[in-house]
């Protein structure tokens, strides 16, 4: 069990931008107008809606990255969302963690996404409540990660390795930044508490066997390298891109 040091939490949160555009996490109501929350995302499709990026926002961001990313396939797409999306989640949650030793409710309710935006995700809190730092893992992957690849699978032939494969790289993505934050800062303390929480967090079940322990490479795929010029990740699984089936024999590791 981490235990962290409370302080008070920014109502605004303007010291996460300073880690990086990933950690941004912008408070109110955006200029543009309320935007669907994640627990609409997370929803059944409305019928009847004459806006998509309401009715249905997780089709809307898929079929926006497909077009972005000119991809063949529609599991690519739903990927590169899925782990894009991962990836502000833990910034957000693991950064306040660290930096001020509490986390913001991010209650899927709360939070609010565009779904037209570009990258990284624009996310916006409604309203700033503490909870604390220890609840990080619990928060971000029980009250985004499930819902979401849920969403996304029931949508999408997608497997759920893959989504928790996203997931972990995600979360050790964010780890590293922040590590690169704390040495350039002279704050080693912020990079200690993210790595301890970290640690608990890929403990889970759902996150155990997502990276190597050793190296924390991914042991799934993301499936990047399959778009045109895509290549690997830097924590891919694969030494080099697989070939096209059925001209040499590939270990599947696409789950």
């Given at each position: 069990m981490v235990l962290l040091l409370f302080v008070d939490l920014d109502p605004q949160l303007t010291a996460l931008g300073r880690l990086g555009g990933f950690f941004v996490l912008r408070t109110g109501v955006p200029p543009r107008g309320p935007l669907p929350t994640l627990a609409q995302a997370y929803a059944k499709p409305l019928l009847g809606s004459r806006e998509e990026?309401?009715?249905?926002?997780?089709?809307?961001?898929?079929?926006?990255?497909?077009?972005?990313?000119?991809?063949?396939?529609?599991?690519?797409?739903?990927?590169?969302?899925?782990?894009?999306?991962?990836?502000?989640?833990?910034?957000?949650?693991?950064?306040?963690?660290?930096?001020?030793?509490?986390?913001?409710?991010?209650?899927?309710?709360?939070?609010?996404?565009?779904?037209?935006?570009?990258?990284?995700?624009?996310?916006?809190?409604?309203?700033?409540?503490?909870?604390?730092?220890?609840?990080?893992?619990?928060?971000?992957?029980?009250?985004?990660?499930?819902?979401?690849?849920?969403?996304?699978?029931?949508?999408?032939?997608?497997?759920?390795?893959?989504?928790?494969?996203?997931?972990?790289?995600?979360?050790?993505?964010?780890?590293?930044?922040l590590d690169r934050w704390a040495l350039t800062n002279g704050r080693t303390e912020v990079a200690d508490r993210a790595r301890a929480l970290a640690a608990e967090i890929l403990a889970h079940p759902d996150l155990s066997g997502t990276l190597d322990p050793a190296t924390l490479r991914r042991r799934s795929c993301c499936l990047y390298y399959r778009l045109p010029g895509g290549g690997l990740c830097g924590d891919c699984c694969f030494d080099r891109p697989p070939r096209p089936t059925g001209t040499a024999t590939e270990p599947n590791r696409d789950h």
């Open positions: 990026v309401y009715a249905d926002p997780i089709t809307f961001r898929i079929r926006k990255v497909t077009e972005s990313l000119h991809a063949h396939e529609p599991r690519i797409a739903v990927s590169v969302a899925h782990q894009a999306l991962a990836a502000r989640l833990w910034s957000v949650a693991l950064g306040a963690a660290a930096l001020y030793g509490l986390l913001p409710d991010l209650d899927p309710h709360l939070l609010h996404w565009d779904p037209d935006a570009g990258a990284p995700d624009d996310l916006w809190l409604s309203e700033v409540r503490p909870l604390p730092a220890e609840s990080v893992g619990e928060v971000v992957r029980a009250g985004h990660l499930e819902p979401l690849a849920a969403a996304l699978r029931s949508r999408h032939r997608i497997s759920a390795g893959l989504l928790w494969g996203n997931a972990g790289s995600a979360l050790a993505g964010t780890v590293r930044q």
